[in-house]
T-cell receptor, first 114, second 112 residues
């Protein structure tokens, strides 16, 4: 069964460092998303990506964040200068369409900023 | 403002009983709803969805009910099993984009 895969599963970084979280969405999907979940809280939308550009982003997705689809398979989230409050689980998701279709989630990357 | 905190509503049931998990959604314009199950350390896993033109949908052992009048969703799990223990989130999607807005989550604990 096709699935969304994310690497690494756990990333520890020092405050101020750049991190890149990687995702391989399901191959025939067209819409890609990043969400985050702070420990014990609900899942929050960060950004959606379609046709090689951002289609929507939340207030959380400020200038420190960027996304990229560098080739036909990978979808990355970069945090330029990490802060302690960026510590969270980051989930990548993909869907075949954007209306009335479920999003399939990866297993997540746990980011710990120290 | 948005509530923040570490406390999740919890539901504890006996194995074999039926479970009902409730969710209030925020946007009356939302037209698609999904229930996700999240096990510890894993990503959200799709359980069942429902469109706003329906008020009930059944899957295998699960039923989702939608009440648009009061913006309320519920997930019913029949014959709950220990493997159903997880956090359950409802999510809504609007008619202008693909982002999902998640609810706070309910932790389901099934006692054998």
């Amino acid at each position: 069964e096709p699935e969304v895969t994310q690497t690494p599963s756990h990333q520890v970084t020092q405050m101020g460092q750049e991190v890149i979280l990687r995702c391989v969405p399901i191959s025939n999907h067209l819409y890609f998303y990043w969400y985050r979940q702070i420990l014990g809280q609900k899942v929050e939308f960060l950004v959606s990506f379609y046709n090689n550009e951002i289609s929507e982003k939340s207030e959380i997705f400020d200038d420190q964040f960027s996304v990229e689809r560098p080739d036909g398979s990978n979808f990355t989230l970069k945090i330029r200068s990490t802060k302690l409050e960026d510590s969270a689980m980051y989930f990548c998701a993909s869907s075949p369409g954007h209306m009335n279709t479920e999003a399939f989630f990866g297993q997540g990357t746990r980011l710990t900023v120290v | 403002g948005e509530s923040v905190g570490l406390h999740l509503p919890t539901l504890s049931v006996q194995e074999g009983d039926n479970s009902i998990i409730n969710c209030a959604y925020s946007n009356s314009a939302s037209d698609y709803f999904i229930w996700y199950k999240q096990e510890s350390g894993k990503g959200p896993q799709f359980i069942i969805d429902i469109r706003s033109n329906m008020d009930k949908r059944q899957g295998q052992r699960v039923t989702v009910l939608l009440n648009k009048t009061v913006k309320h969703l519920s997930l019913q799990i029949a014959a709950t099993q220990p493997g159903d223990s997880a956090v359950y989130f409802c999510a809504e999607k609007g008619n202008q984009g693909g982002k999902l807005i998640f609810g706070q989550g309910t932790e389901l604990s099934v006692k054998p």
